[in-house]
């Protein structure tokens, strides 16, 4: 099977090149009509840019490495252990299309990814100096309350006063009302000594009057009193005439 597959693919590379031959004027003409007025690139830089793209360090490395590949392939080729199908065809052909792709869409995809980092770089530029004002300005509203301190302990030392004061008030009232609740007995007592006085003075005197009154319903003691009284003229007449 693999060999009648060799021999088939043998057979197509040589009717390959009639039909390249039969076809290569007109696209020969057609080739020549549209690379016209297109710059050709140099051999060199050509040549150069293909030895970039082996990986290595250097030309020694790169030429084993790409010795080593080619010697691979000649050998995996010539003992069929790898034979030429549609399926290396279609390899190769995806493998082209994704290498133009990441050749010629990768400086596109690279802008594209750069600007959108450089965006979000922005944006998070922008929210860290939004975020370093906010903290400054709260630092300023702190700053702006570091006498807060100060006023609080001077607001205690006048609550401290004040309750002092308080304290001190409360205490003359409680005097003032105690003197004012004193005075007050003291005057319901003087008013009632004077009352008990008064009413005494009028009991002694109504006593001494109904005494009086009585003594003076005796005859005798009207006889000595009126004896008394004309004596007593008689010596203030005699000591007029004197």
């Known amino acids: ?9 043998v057979g197509a590379t040589f009717l390959r090149p009639a039909l390249a031959r039969r076809a290569a004027p007109a696209i020969s003409a057609a080739a020549v009509r549209y690379t016209s007025n297109v710059p050709a690139e140099e051999p060199k830089k050509k040549a150069q840019s293909l030895i970039d793209a082996i990986p290595g360090n250097n030309i020694i490395t790169k030429t084993a490495l790409l010795s080593s590949t080619t010697g691979g392939l000649i050998y995996a080729l010539s003992n069929e252990y790898y034979v030429m199908n549609e399926e290396t065809i279609i390899a190769f052909c995806l493998l082209s299309v994704w290498g133009g792709l990441i050749k010629y869409g990768g400086p596109a995809y690279k802008e594209w ?6 965006k979000i770089k922005n944006i998070l530029n922008s929210a860290r100096a ?3 004002e906010a903290v400054k300005g709260r630092i300023e ?5 570091g006498t807060v301190v ?7 030392e006048v609550s401290k006063e004040t309750a002092k004061l308080e304290a001190q008030t409360f205490e003359l009232e409680q ?4 003197a004012a609740e004193a005075k007050s007995v003291l005057d319901s007592w003087v008013r009632y000594e004077s009352q008990v006085k008064q009413r005494q003075q009028k009991e002694l005197a109504a006593s001494i009057i109904a005494k009086v009154q009585k003594e003076l319903e005796n005859p005798k003691v009207l006889q000595s009193i009126l004896q008394q009284s004309v004596a007593d003229i008689e010596k203030i007449i005699a000591s007029k005439a004197q």
């Open 1 to 9: 099977m693999a060999s009648r597959l060799a021999r088939s693919a």
């Open 113 to 118: 990814a750069e600007s959108q980092n450089l």
């Open 130 to 132: 939004d975020h370093t």
């Open 141 to 145: 509203d702190v700053k702006q309350m």
């Open 150 to 156: 100060d006023v609080t302990k001077t607001l205690f």
């Open 175 to 178: 005097q003032t009302a105690l």
